[in-house]
């Protein structure tokens, strides 16, 4: 169970930076859970957030250990096609600002849910968004805790599965503790606090690696194409993972139309905006969380490149997280133990915060949108609400920890994919329905999010990211299901986005004008005042 000793780095280092922030941040939690009076507290940090420090929250919630590590890792194996992730989540963005933050601030009280039951039929409504929002944030926080494990093998020399597995819950107590104690507000100052590490740890990285060749990116590029000779000038131009057939092409375009538009759809992102005080403030939180989410893309960059050119890809093909494993060997490479240490605990930094934000949004729905709203009918205090919260909070960790210990070694970037197609499947069609088509009704509703949820995980299901997809060069199998002899996959596509987004696009307009439910002209009316001005939002509630 003890750590033991690896190729590069000290895991006794890395183990005392670590816990250096974990008490840190426990000493902030404990320090914002003494305002936690209401559930507007617990919930929404009482909306006390300004839009800067809002923003840096939504940076902190949403560069996950998928943007740290897995497209540094990916830029460096994959070059070009590899930052194409990086573009993606970046305009998915400008998505949520034009589309998404301001309205749904406006609109909402504390959950998605609350926006789209606000003018339909209540209880069909808040349990089909609660069954979504569950979902997208249940396959996210099991890919995060099995990333944890993943990770472990390489940041701590914890090679055995034993000691992977204590890792893991962990991680899962530290991140029901973060929520327990501190509610909204104390997860909103963790996620500050990691982001600013991240932020500075990417950005000395970025200037180290630019350093070696006198801030020379021509330089970086050659000698990044000079260490990879598999891949030689491919690296530097289009098609390296995305361009060998017609297939992979629209693959890419699958992903990438999931990225853009599953942002504007994921929970745990579109409720960071009830933790400021009104619409401004709304905006200028996607702002703030645009030009740092922006930065730390070119910093990425900068970091593939450099992994690439510095530590060289058949080394990071065969240290233990593979392509996670580049930024960490990158880091022991320029800065040695320390800053291998460092990166380690921004690395977990950055798991426990996104977990964290996850499970307070998960636990949130389940108090506020199904035992709430739909088992007690609207009967219940604030403080009874935030009592179930917090229950349901220990449970989705004791879930995660156990998912996460069963997941650990396996391949997981589906779950990632899964949880972006839901969102823009299930969740991102029927908000745009609610907000601006005035004969949208209960069952294009129901039609959307279920319809969408199924298809997407049906698909992923009968895709090569469960079974049958092998690497042509050795015979390996690169799916979930790593027997080659089971295949039973036969949707063509890793992501399932290119089919579903918009079939739940047209489910949900054949489920309204198959209706005869009446349009509340006036709840519609109502809702478009409130969703422009913000008049009396906090008091968003359905009929």
């Known amino acids: 169970m003890l750590p033991m000793a690896t190729d590069i780095g000290n895991p006794t280092v890395n183990i005392a930076i670590f816990a250096l922030f974990v008490l840190a941040t426990l000493a902030i939690v404990f320090r914002a859970s003494r305002n936690n009076k209401t559930a507007a507290d617990f919930y929404a940090g009482g909306r006390s957030f300004t839009g800067p420090q809002n923003g840096i929250a939504i940076a902190g919630d949403y560069l996950s250990a998928a943007s740290f590590l897995g497209i540094a890792g990916a830029i460096a194996l994959n070059g070009y096609d590899g930052f194409l992730y990086s573009i993606g989540f970046l305009v998915a963005w400008l998505v949520a600002l034009l589309l998404v933050a301001e309205l749904l601030r406006n609109t909402g009280r504390f959950t998605m849910a609350d926006v789209l039951s606000f003018r339909l039929k209540q209880r069909p409504v808040r349990m089909a968004a609660a069954i979504s929002t569950l979902g ?175 530590v060289g890809p058949d080394a990071i093909r065969a240290a233990p997280g593979k392509a996670n494993s580049a930024a960490p060997l990158l880091a022991f490479e320029l800065g040695g133990e320390v800053l291998l240490g460092v990166i380690s605990a921004v690395a977990f930094a950055t798991i426990l915060a996104v977990v964290a934000g996850l499970t307070i949004t998960a636990s949130t729905s389940f108090a506020h949108d199904i035992y709430g709203q739909i088992i007690k009918k609207g009967q ?139 349009v509340d002209v006036d709840r519609f009316a109502e809702m478009e005042v409130r969703s422009l001005t913000g008049a009396g939002a906090e008091k968003a509630v359905s009929h």
């Open 136 to 310: 997208v944030c249940f396959f996210y926080l099991l890919a995060q805790m099995a990333g944890a494990g993943g990770l472990v093998a390489l940041l701590l020399g914890v090679s055995n599965r034993a000691g992977q597995s204590i890792v893991i819950a962990v991680v899962g107590i530290l991140m029901i503790t973060y929520v327990l104690v501190g509610g909204m507000k104390g997860t909103t100052w963790v996620q500050i606090v990691k982001a600013v590490l991240l932020v500075i740890g990417a950005g000395i990285m970025t200037i180290w690696v630019l350093a070696k060749y006198t801030f020379n990116l021509s330089g970086l590029l050659g000698a990044a194409v000079d260490k990879s000779p598999a891949a030689g000038e491919k690296l530097l131009s289009p098609g390296l993972q995305y361009g060998v057939t017609g297939v992979t092409k629209l693959d890419f375009i699958s992903l990438a139309l999931a990225l853009v538009l599953g942002t504007a759809g994921l929970p745990h992102v579109l409720m960071r905006f009830y933790t400021v005080p009104d619409s401004k403030e709304a905006r200028r939180s996607v702002s703030w969380a645009i030009w740092i989410i922006g930065i730390f893309y070119l910093f990425t960059l900068v970091l593939g490149y450099g992994a690439a050119a510095i």
């Open 380 to 518: 219940i205090s604030g403080d009874g609400e935030v009592r179930v919260a917090r229950y349901t909070a220990v449970v989705i960790g004791i879930v995660a920890i156990i998912g996460g210990i069963f997941a650990n070694g396996q391949n997981i970037a589906f779950l990632v994919a899964l949880a972006f197609a839901v969102a823009a499947s299930a969740n991102l069609p029927t908000i745009l329905y609610s907000l601006f088509w005035r004969r949208f009704n209960t069952r294009g509703a129901l039609w959307s999010i279920y319809g969408g949820l199924a298809s997407t995980i049906i698909l992923i299901i009968f895709s090569p990211v469960v079974s049958g997809k092998v690497d042509k060069k050795t015979g390996a199998s690169l799916s979930m299901i790593t027997d080659t002899g089971i295949d039973f996959h036969w949707f063509p596509l890793d992501n399932p986005g290119i089919v579903s987004i918009p079939l739940a696009f047209v489910l949900g307009w054949l489920g309204t004008v198959t209706s005869k439910e009446q």
